[in-house]
C-alpha cells in the first residue's frame, strides 16, 4: 500500500515538472493553459458542491467578475496585470459575502437563487456604461498579451487550489463540513458552527475561480459578457468535477484532464456534437458513475481510500 502511494506521489511530481516546461516544449500552450484552467475551477467548485453540498448553478459568476475587474482595472486605470488579478480575487470574495445570505437556502432554492443573481449580474455589466465595460463588444487587452506568463500564473493559482483543497479535506474545517453536509442538524448539535463553516467553504470557493477569470482574460486579451457569464462554465465544472468524483481531491483533477481531452477531440473532430456529448456524459453520470471514478473506485476497492482521496 505504501508503495501505491508513493508511486501516487512520483506521478504527482512528474506531472507538475512537465506543466512546468510546458512553454519550452512543442506542446500546445492553450491546451494545457486550459486544462489548468479547469482543474482550477472543478477543484473550487469541489469545495462548495462536495464537500458541503451546496450547488451553486450560478459558479460562473465569480468567473465573469474576475474578468471584468482585471480588463477594467488594467484598461481604465493602467493597474499592473499581477495586481489586477488579486484584486479579482478580492473582488470574487466581497461578492461571495454580498450572497452569502442564500446560503440559508437548501436544495434546489439555493440553485435557482443562484443561478438568478449570475443572470442579474450579467445584465447589470452587459448594461453598464459603455466607456467602463466596452458594452456588448467588450474589452480587449492586446497590449497586454503575454501567453508565456499568464501560463505560469494559472499553474501556480492550480497547484494553490489543489493545495487548500487538500489541506481543507484534512483539516478540522473539512470534517466539519463534510458533517454538515451529511446531517446539518446533526452538525449543529455536535456544536459545529454551522453558518460559519459553509462561509468558509463559500468564500474560498469563490476565490479561485475570480483569479482564475483575471488570468484567463489576461491569456485571450478579450473580454465580453457573452463570454464571461456562459452557462458552459458552470455546466462543465460540475460535469467535469462529478465525473471525476465530488469530496475528494483526484477526482476533480482527474475529471477535468479526462473531460477537458474528451471535449477538445470531440470540438476538433465533429464541432456540431459537443453538446450532444456533454449531454450524454451527463446522462452517463447520473446513471452509471453517481460517485464519480474515485468514488466509485474506493466504494468497490476501499483499501484505496489510503491511496487516493
Known amino acids: 500500500m505504501n508503495f501505491l502511494k508513493k508511486i501516487t506521489w512520483l506521478i504527482a511530481v512528474l506531472a507538475l515538472l512537465f ?14 493553459f486550459y486544462m489548468l484552467f479547469w482543474i482550477t475551477l472543478a477543484s473550487s467548485f469541489n469545495i462548495i458542491y462536495g464537500f458541503v453540498g451546496y450547488l451553486p448553478f450560478g459558479f460562473v459568476m465569480f468567473y465573469g467578475v474576475g474578468t471584468y475587474i482585471t480588463a477594467i482595472l488594467w484598461s481604465r486605470f493602467q493597474i499592473p496585470i499581477p495586481l489586477c488579478i488579486l484584486v479579482s480575487g478580492l473582488a470574487g470574495v466581497l461578492l461571495a459575502l454580498l450572497f452569502a445570505p442564500t446560503l440559508r437556502l437548501r436544495g434546489i432554492y439555493f440553485s435557482i437563487v443562484n443561478f438568478s443573481c449570475a443572470m442579474v449580474l450579467r445584465i447589470v ?9 466596452g458594452g456588448s463588444f467588450g474589452i480587449t487587452l492586446s497590449h497586454a498579451y503575454k501567453p508565456v506568463l499568464s501560463y505560469y500564473f494559472m499553474f501556480v493559482l ?26 446539518e442538524a ?21 476565490l ?16 465580453d459578457p457573452d463570454t464571461s457569464f ?13 465525473f471525476g468524483g465530488l469530496g475528494t481531491i483526484i477526482g476533480p483533477i482527474l475529471g477535468a484532464v479526462f473531460m477537458y481531452c474528451l471535449d477538445d477531440f470531440i470540438w476538433g ?12 456524459m451527463v446522462v452517463f453520470l447520473v446513471l452509471f458513475l453517481p460517485r464519480g471514478i474515485v468514488g466509485s473506485a474506493t466504494r468497490k476497492w476501499p483499501r484505496l481510500r489510503g491511496i487516493i482521496r
Open 19 to 32: 506543466l512546468l516546461i510546458v512553454p519550452k516544449l512543442s506542446v500546445s500552450n492553450a491546451f494545457v
Open 125 to 133: 455589466v452587459a448594461n453598464m456604461p459603455e466607456k467602463w465595460t
Open 158 to 183: 492550480m497547484v494553490i487550489t489543489v493545495l487548500v483543497a487538500f489541506l481543507l479535506l484534512k483539516s478540522r474545517l473539512g470534517i466539519a463540513l463534510r458533517c454538515i453536509r451529511d446531517d
Open 186 to 206: 446533526a452538525a449543529s448539535t455536535m456544536g459545529i458552527d454551522v453558518g460559519l463553516c459553509r462561509l468558509k467553504a463559500w468564500i474560498l470557493a469563490a
Open 208 to 223: 479561485f475561480p475570480s483569479m482564475a477569470g483575471g488570468i484567463e482574460a489576461w491569456y485571450t486579451a478579450i473580454v
Open 230 to 242: 456562459n452557462l458552459m462554465i458552470t455546466t462543465k465544472a460540475i460535469v467535469y468535477s462529478m
Open 269 to 280: 473532430t465533429f464541432p456540431l456534437l459537443n453538446l450532444l456529448v456533454l449531454g450524454i
